[in-house]
């Protein structure tokens, strides 16, 4: 994994990439990834508008690639040395390529809640929820969810531990609504 962000006091720049590999006993166990690419223009420290670009795909879920275009505004709640708190609401093109389901494109929302919350000595929890959904067929959204906690380890190093989530409430044939992906990591922070 990889995070990027460049911020001013007027805009801020983000990009961020998850890939996942693994094999149990020989044969392929995990193959996905999600990807975002984000621009953040500030009306006022509170107030500002976003355009996005996600990508997702999972070898297990059908999923060659889903890509989310998305403009909006956002509004940052709380801003304390101790919470952040901020929602967004866009409006979404989202479209969806599959390896054997019928390919899918369609207009949506996209809705996104984030959070950080302070537990002393450095000690970070985060949580960004997003939640993408259809509208021509309301059934049909999906929840993308990420839980960490994150710790200073000295000299810009970090230690994160935490939870992805990602529900589909309208999978395919023989394809889990949820997937939880649990994940340790150590990282450097420039």
Same mark, same amino acid.
């Given at each position: 994994s990889a995070e990027a962000v460049r911020a001013t006091d007027i805009d801020e720049i983000q990009a961020k990439l998850l890939f996942r590999y693994g094999k149990a006993g020989g044969d392929l166990a995990e193959r996905n990834s999600y990807g975002l690419a984000k621009y953040i223009y500030r009306m006022n420290p509170q107030f500002y508008l976003y355009a996005s670009l996600e990508a997702f795909s999972d070898k297990f879920k059908d999923l060659d690639l889903r890509t989310v275009y998305s403009i909006g505004a956002g509004k940052q709640l709380i801003q304390r040395p101790d919470l952040d708190l901020s929602v967004e609401a866009g409006i979404a093109y989202i479209d969806s390529k599959f390896g054997i +389901?019928?390919? &899918?494109?369609? !207009?949506?929302?996209? =809705? *996104?809640?984030?959070?950080?919350?302070?537990? $002393?000595?450095?000690?970070?929890?985060?949580?960004?929820?997003?939640?993408?959904?259809?509208?021509? +067929?309301?059934? &049909?959204?999906? !929840?993308?969810?990420? =839980? *960490?906690?994150?710790?200073?380890?000295?000299? $810009?190093?970090?230690?994160?531990?935490?939870?992805?989530?990602?529900?589909?409430?309208?999978?395919?044939?023989?394809?889990e609504k949820m997937d939880d992906t649990y994940f340790l990591g150590v990282g450097y922070k420039f």
């Open positions: +389901e019928e390919d &899918d494109g369609h !207009l949506g929302a996209r =809705l *996104a809640g984030k959070v950080r919350y302070s537990l $002393g000595r450095g000690w970070d929890l985060t949580d960004t929820l997003t939640a993408y959904t259809n509208f021509e +067929e309301t059934q &049909d959204w999906q !929840l993308h969810n990420e =839980l *960490a906690v994150v710790a200073p380890l000295g000299g $810009g190093w970090t230690f994160k531990a935490g939870m992805i989530t990602d529900i589909d409430n309208d999978p395919g044939d023989d394809i």
